[in-house]
């Protein structure tokens, strides 16, 4: 085995011997499956035979099941709803060794859930038509933001870093996001976000995962001028984000880690470039990437195995996860 190789596969023999704090929204994903039968009379639209529904844990949910599913110990940190959706998430939770102690119930709010149509002929590959998202107002109850705080402040103490998943269900606050921020950074502990529209309000993170689109609603540009200008958006995102590095994925670009003083780290794709479904990605990238930190990675360490487990995941189908023997393996093949 190559020394470099062998680096990388030790660090995730350390996975099982981390404690991953995870807050952030906590979603529900259901998936709706059928076959197409034939065109509807009351309009021109496919009627579906119904055949079967699944469950799975999104957002906040499915980064920490990807933790989980390497080997890490996760405290799961965020709220829920009193409702039939939000004891699913804890029981998804449970299911997977998450323990679910640091989940607030709360009356006023309805757990997000998205709901995925998946249809196609008999024998044959399923795809999506059509997705619903139904997402409940937060209620603005402040004692609920500083309990969050509170068990953030805690976690702090106890785990080895904190990753925040912000899938814009309101919430991840500013303010519960800086106690956070300050308190592990006290510690010495990696700050990891993940955040679907409101990245630039995360300053300090110790690296943030977002996605190409992301960064153009970001930064407002566009990435049709090639990789130079992908370069100038992502330092300066860096740059606004006061962070040390800076993770962009690109599809079947691969990806690009920027660290502060050092030239642009571009990784090809591993694995096929033909995706299967992305669904769920960036939680499986940044649950590697931040375990990898948190078990004494660089960040270029950190950015190989994330493209790794990255490349081993979108060519699974649904929200899916990557286990350890899955990543080393990987390692073996891709050096």
């Known amino acids: 085995m190559k020394e470099d190789a062998a680096r990388l596969i030790s660090l995730v023999d350390r996975f099982p011997l981390l404690r991953i704090a995870v807050w952030g929204d906590f979603i529900l994903d259901e998936y709706l499956y059928g076959f197409t039968r034939r065109i509807s009379r009351e309009a021109p639209v496919m009627v579906i035979s119904y055949r079967n529904r699944e469950y799975a844990l999104g957002g906040a949910g499915n980064a920490a099941y990807n933790l989980a599913a390497l080997g890490v110990e996760v405290e799961a940190v965020g709220v829920v709803g009193r409702d039939e959706t939000g004891r699913d998430v804890r029981r998804l939770l449970r299911r997977a060794g998450i323990a679910d102690g640091s989940i607030l119930a709360e009356q ?3 757990t997000p859930l998205k709901t995925r149509i998946l249809a196609g002929e008999e024998n044959t590959k399923k795809q999506q038509i059509l997705r619903i998202d139904r997402e409940g107002e937060v209620p603005g109850i402040k004692p609920l933001h500083n309990k969050m705080g509170s068990l953030l402040k805690k976690a702090a103490g106890s785990c080895d870093a904190l990753l925040v998943s912000d899938y814009h269900s309101r919430t991840v606050t500013e303010g519960v996001y800086e106690t956070a921020r300050d308190a592990f ?137 990557v286990s350890s023997p899955e990543l080393k393996q990987a390692v073996l093949v891709g050096n």
């Open 108 to 110: 006023e709010f309805a």
């Open 185 to 321: 950074r006290a510690a010495g502990r990696p700050v990891a976000v993940d955040s679907r529209f409101r990245l630039v309000r995360f300053k300090g993170c110790t690296i943030a995962t977002p996605n190409e689109p992301e960064v153009e609603i970001q930064m407002k540009t566009a990435f049709e001028g090639g990789t130079a200008v992908l370069i100038a958006a992502g330092r300066a995102l860096q740059r606004k984000l006061q962070s040390p590095a800076l993770l962009i994925t690109r599809g079947s670009q691969g990806m690009a880690l920027f660290e502060r003083g050092k030239p642009p780290y571009l990784l090809p794709v591993f694995g096929s470039t033909d995706i299967v479904d992305v669904t769920g990605a960036g939680d499986t990238v940044i649950a590697v990437f931040t375990a990898v930190l948190a078990a004494g990675g660089t960040f270029r360490e950190a950015a190989r195995l994330a493209n790794f487990a990255g490349g081993l995941v979108v060519m699974k189908k649904g929200t899916a996860v």
